[in-house]
Each structure stands twice: as structure tokens, then as C-alpha cells.
């Protein structure tokens, strides 16, 4: 079936460092979703991707869509403690559903 | 407040018991997924409903069923509970049949099987 990979699993950073995680489709992808879940918290929806080689920025955040509509990346740019959470992509399959990623979580070290 | 309601917050049961979840979506959202969260784990795709109806079906147990109502509220229900159904129950809505514009998500109920 479709799968769509993410990496890494998780990711330590200290804060100011910068922080990537991709998302890689065996299929082409409508859109692509980002979502964002806080530790306890629900996933809160970030940002869509339709356009094949779209970039979007929200302040420190900047996402991108592959070409071939089969990738994605979320960067953050000098992380702050806020940012810590598990980033999910989820892609927007041929029959309108979304196929999630298996998180990314963020975590900043002391 | 996404606007999305789940209750309750909370479940304690023991094994074998059978309890119902439920859930209200975003005032105007027609479809209702249903997702499992176990700990530290990914977001498992069990149901979801549109307007009603069933429209896709994910990896749902056949111990668990959904519906919907005409008010557009869900309920999943849980039977012959076992210890590794412990996990975050989350319920998300949308305006349409599909995801076009994201998911809002309820805050989930957390149930522990014991």
C-alpha cells in the first residue's frame, strides 16, 4: 500500500541549532500536510502543500514540496523551546485520504 | 479550543469491558475521523464519516465500531477491551469529504485498560 517514510524518528538539537525532517512518498501526492503535536497535546494542522516545487514560510518554519510531488521537508531555522514537539507530514493520496508520516520528534537538549 | 469536543478526557476500565467515545466536530465540518495514538507511537487511521455515512475504513478492530448521527456528533465504541487498547483515542473533523484544507483535532481521550 502507500507509505510515506519520515525521518529521522527523533532529532536532538540544542536551542539555536536548526532542525530538518523529510517525508518521502511512494507516490505522487495531491498536497502534503504538516502538523504539529506538543508533548500532551493534539496534532494542530500547520500548513498545506499543493503546487509541485512550493516553498512556504511561517516566521523560523519553512516547508517545501518536491518537484515530483513525492517529497517534503519542514526546516526550522534557530530552534527555541517552543518548537519542541513530534512534526507529522501527511499526504494527500489519489482517493482523498491522508497518508501519515511516523513523526519527527524535537527534542532540545539542556 | 479547536472546536472540536471529545469526551470524556479520561477513561479507566478493566479488560473485557466495553466503553463509548465520543465526539462533536467543528461547527460546519461534515466529516469525522476517528485515529489511535499509541504511546510515543504514530497516528493509526481507524474510521472516518462523512455526512452520516462511512466513507473509509483504516485499521479498525472489529472489537471497535463508529457511527455517526444526524446531529453530525460520533461515537466509537470499544468492546472486549484488552490491555493493548490503552492509547489516545483522537477524533478530527473537516469542512468536506476529504482533508482538502487539514484536519482539526480534538484534544482526545486518553483510555487506560487495566
Known amino acids: 500500500g502507500q507509505q510515506v517514510m519520515q525521518i529521522p524518528q527523533y532529532q536532538h538539537v540544542q536551542e539555536g541549532e536548526d532542525f530538518t525532517t523529510y517525508c518521502n512518498s511512494s507516490?505522487?501526492?495531491?498536497?502534503i500536510q504538516w502538523y504539529k503535536q506538543r508533548p500532551g497535546g493534539h496534532p494542530v494542522f500547520l500548513i498545506q502543500l499543493v503546487k509541485s516545487g512550493e516553498v512556504k514560510k511561517q516566521k523560523r518554519l519553512t516547508f517545501q514540496f518536491g518537484e515530483a510531488k513525492k517529497n517534503s521537508s519542514l526546516h526550522i531555522t534557530a530552534t527555541q523551546t517552543t518548537d519542541v514537539g513530534t512534526y507529522f507530514c501527511a499526504g494527500l493520496d489519489s482517493n482523498y485520504q491522508l497518508i501519515w508520516g511516523a513523526g519527527t520528534k524535537l527534542i532540545i537538549k539542556p | 479550543d479547536s472546536g472540536v469536543t471529545q469526551t470524556p478526557k479520561h477513561l479507566i476500565t478493566a479488560t473485557g469491558q466495553r466503553v463509548t467515545l465520543r465526539c462533536s466536530p467543528r461547527?460546519?465540518?461534515?466529516?469525522v475521523y476517528w485515529y489511535q495514538q499509541s504511546l510515543d507511537q504514530g497516528l493509526q487511521f481507524l474510521i472516518q464519516y462523512y455526512n452520516g455515512e462511512e466513507r473509509a475504513k483504516g485499521n479498525i478492530l472489529e472489537r471497535f465500531s463508529a457511527q455517526q448521527f444526524p446531529d453530525l456528533h460520533s461515537e466509537l465504541n470499544l468492546s472486549s477491551l484488552e490491555l493493548g487498547d490503552s492509547a489516545l483515542y483522537f477524533c478530527?473533523?473537516?469542512?468536506?469529504?476529504?482533508?482538502?484544507?487539514?484536519?482539526?483535532f480534538g484534544s482526545g481521550t486518553r483510555l487506560t485498560v487495566v
Open positions: 507516490t505522487t501526492l495531491s498536497n
Open positions: 461547527s460546519g465540518d461534515l466529516s
Open positions: 478530527a473533523s473537516s469542512l468536506t469529504s476529504g482533508p482538502l484544507y487539514g484536519y482539526t
